[in-house]
C-alpha cells in the first residue's frame, strides 16, 4: 500500500522554508509553485516535501539574479544543459558587473587621493611623467583668458570618451604650444585639451605620449593667482639646472567639475626639463 505523502500548510512551508506567505501567495498566483491541493471549502493550500524543494531552488535561481519567468523556465521546462548555459551567462554577466564596479571602486580611490593631495604640501619637485596615452583636441583659441575655464573644450574631450566608451585615467590636461607663459601675455593660445585613457583607440583624436623628466607642483585656489606659481615653478627650474624641454602642462586635479569654492581647486602644473 502506498504511504500517503504529508502535506503542509502554508503557514507550516513559510515557518520551515522561511519565506514569508504573502510570497508563497504571489508565486501560486504566477503559476511559479502552485500548491499540490486547495481545499474547495476553505481554500486553504497544502504542499508537499517535494515542493519544500522546488522552493529551495526557486529561492537559489532568484538569489542569482534570475527573473522569476526565468526560474520558471529552468524549474520546470529545460534541462540539465539548459540550466549550465544559463548559469554560465549569468557568471559572464556577473563578471562584467564586478570589472565595472573595480573600475567605479578606483574611480572613487583616486578621487579620495586627490582630495588628500590638496592638504599635501610637496613642494616644487622633479618627477618622472609615466607613458600614456591622451584623447586630445588642438587648436588655437582668439580671445584666451587664462583664469577661465574653457568649459565647451572640455565637454569635446567628455563626449569623446563617452561615445567610444574609454576609460579616463586622468583629470582633465592643458597643454601650451606656446612659449612659457605666454598665455598669460596674449589672448591668442595654440591649446590642447586631454584626459589619459586606458585604451589605445584607432582614430585621429588619439596619441601615445612617451615618458618624459618634469619639474611639477601643485596650486592651489584659483586660476587668476596660477601665475604667480607659474613664475615661481620656472625660477625653481632654472636655479636648479632644469631646463625647459617641452610644452608646459596643466592637470586639474580639483576643478568646477569637483567642488564649488574656487578655493578648493587643485592644479598641477608640468614642466618637461631635460
Not at 501567495?25 to 471549502?41: A, F, G, H, T
Not at 542569482?64 to 529545460?78: A, N, Q, T
Request: proline share 4%.
Amino acid at each position: 500500500m502506498t504511504q500517503k505523502k504529508k502535506l503542509y500548510t502554508i503557514g507550516d512551508i513559510s515557518d520551515i522554508c522561511g519565506v514569508p506567505v504573502k510570497t508563497l501567495r504571489y508565486y501560486d498566483e504566477i503559476k511559479l509553485l502552485v500548491p499540490k491541493r486547495r481545499d474547495s471549502e476553505t481554500n486553504y493550500r497544502y504542499y508537499t516535501e517535494e515542493q519544500m524543494l522546488i522552493l529551495h531552488n526557486i529561492r537559489k535561481l532568484k538569489n542569482y539574479g534570475f527573473s522569476l519567468d526565468e526560474v520558471h523556465s529552468l524549474v520546470y521546462e529545460k534541462g540539465i544543459d539548459s540550466l549550465k548555459e544559463s548559469l554560465n551567462l549569468r557568471l559572464s554577466d556577473i563578471h562584467e558587473k564586478i570589472e565595472s564596479l573595480q573600475e567605479l571602486y578606483n574611480e572613487i580611490e583616486n578621487s579620495i587621493g586627490k582630495i588628500e593631495l590638496s592638504s599635501a604640501d610637496k613642494g616644487i619637485t622633479v618627477e618622472e611623467i609615466p607613458e600614456r596615452g591622451i584623447i586630445y583636441t588642438r587648436r588655437v583659441e582668439k580671445d584666451f583668458k587664462s583664469d577661465s575655464i574653457p568649459v565647451c573644450r572640455w565637454f569635446e574631450i567628455f563626449e569623446l570618451i563617452r561615445k567610444n566608451r574609454l576609460k579616463a585615467e586622468s583629470s582633465i590636461l592643458a597643454t601650451y604650444h606656446n612659449a612659457p607663459l605666454e598665455q598669460f601675455l596674449k589672448s591668442e593660445c595654440d591649446l590642447e585639451i586631454g584626459i589619459a585613457v586606458k585604451e589605445s583607440p584607432d582614430f585621429p583624436f588619439f596619441k601615445r605620449v612617451p615618458s618624459f623628466k618634469a619639474v611639477t607642483t601643485l596650486h592651489r585656489g584659483p586660476l587668476s593667482g596660477i601665475v604667480n606659481t607659474y613664475v615661481k615653478t620656472i625660477k625653481w627650474a632654472n636655479d636648479n639646472s632644469c631646463e625647459i624641454n617641452g610644452h608646459i602642462t596643466e592637470e586639474f586635479l580639483m576643478s568646477p567639475t569637483d567642488v564649488k569654492d574656487e578655493s578648493e581647486y587643485l592644479t598641477k602644473i608640468i614642466i618637461p626639463v631635460k
